[in-house]
């Protein structure tokens, strides 16, 4: 990078300046898994919440009573799609193929809206039933597990609609490639968390 000195004034000390913005991507990647081990943090604090809690039910409905497995394992099998669906946006921006990119990164974008609006349905029928997250201390446990798991995916499809008007106006740039590898980190971060979801909290609750 090079650098330009100014003209001293006055015997002092010449000031440098740079002739073009540098951004590192390596500090970038530094600074995103550096957020991931905090989200991991959040997500081990709930989940030994719910280890802690996830029995009293308080004289209420249990796991076994109100979770649905089907609806759970479709509304699971629209997250790994969308994983894959991502892998796939990443690929072919390897390729610089914008068009194909932003097709697949809008199947994504579709696949977590139908995963949050079956998400929002099982809230909403919980609820329906009086078994909100006032009823008891599972109850208060799961909607926090799964209602912040919820609010990560619906921030990753703003983000990702973001991302999709930068490539759509400005192209596979670098800051864009950098950009979508940061989100496909954070993409598949909630999906290896929404198995542990999954796992523990509705498989482990039916039993």
Same mark, same amino acid.
């Given at each position: 990078?090079?650098?330009?000195?100014?003209?001293?004034?006055?015997?002092?000390?010449?000031?440098?300046?740079?002739?073009?913005?540098?951004?590192?991507?390596?500090?970038?990647?530094?600074?995103?898994?550096?957020?991931?081990?905090?989200?991991?943090?959040?997500? /081990?604090? %709930?989940? *030994?919440?719910? &280890?802690? !809690? =996830?029995?009293?039910?308080?004289?209420?409905?249990? #796991?076994?009573?109100?979770?649905?497995?089907?609806?759970?394992?479709?509304?699971?099998?629209?997250?790994?799609?969308?994983?894959?669906?991502?892998?796939?946006?990443?690929?072919?921006?390897?390729?610089?193929?914008?068009?194909?990119?932003?097709?697949?990164?809008?199947?994504?974008?579709?696949?977590?809206?139908?995963?949050?609006?079956?998400?929002?349905?099982?809230?909403?029928?919980?609820?329906?039933?009086?078994?909100?997250?006032?009823?008891? /201390?599972? %109850?208060? *446990?799961?909607? &926090?597990? !799964? =209602?912040?798991?919820?609010?990560?995916?619906?921030? #990753?499809?703003?983000?990702?609609?973001?991302?999709?008007?930068?490539?759509?106006?400005?192209?596979?740039?670098?800051?864009?490639?950098?950009?979508?590898?940061?989100?496909?980190?954070?993409?598949?971060?909630?999906?290896?968390?929404?198995?542990?979801?999954?796992?523990?909290?509705?498989?482990?609750?039916?039993?």
């Amino acid at each position: 990078m090079a650098h330009t000195p100014a003209q001293s004034v006055d015997g002092a000390e010449p000031v440098f300046y740079l002739k073009e913005d540098h951004h590192s991507e390596n500090g970038t990647s530094l600074g995103f898994w550096l957020y991931l081990m905090s989200d991991c943090l959040i997500f /081990a604090t %709930l989940f *030994a919440t719910y &280890a802690v !809690v =996830g029995r009293n039910y308080a004289a209420g409905p249990s #796991g076994a009573d109100l979770f649905d497995l089907k609806l759970v394992a479709i509304n699971t099998g629209f997250l790994l799609f969308s994983s894959i669906t991502y892998g796939f946006a990443m690929l072919e921006m390897e390729k610089q193929k914008v068009k194909a990119t932003l097709v697949w990164l809008g199947v994504t974008g579709l696949f977590g809206l139908a995963f949050l609006a079956v998400e929002l349905y099982e809230f909403h029928h919980l609820i329906a039933e009086g078994a909100g997250p006032q009823r008891s /201390a599972f %109850l208060s *446990a799961f909607f &926090a597990l !799964v =209602g912040t798991h919820g609010l990560h995916v619906t921030f #990753g499809i703003i983000w990702l609609v973001t991302l999709m008007f930068q490539v759509a106006k400005h192209g596979l740039i670098a800051a864009n490639k950098r950009r979508l590898m940061c989100l496909s980190m954070f993409w598949h971060f909630l999906d290896v968390i929404w198995i542990g979801v999954f796992s523990f909290v509705y498989l482990m609750g039916v039993l």
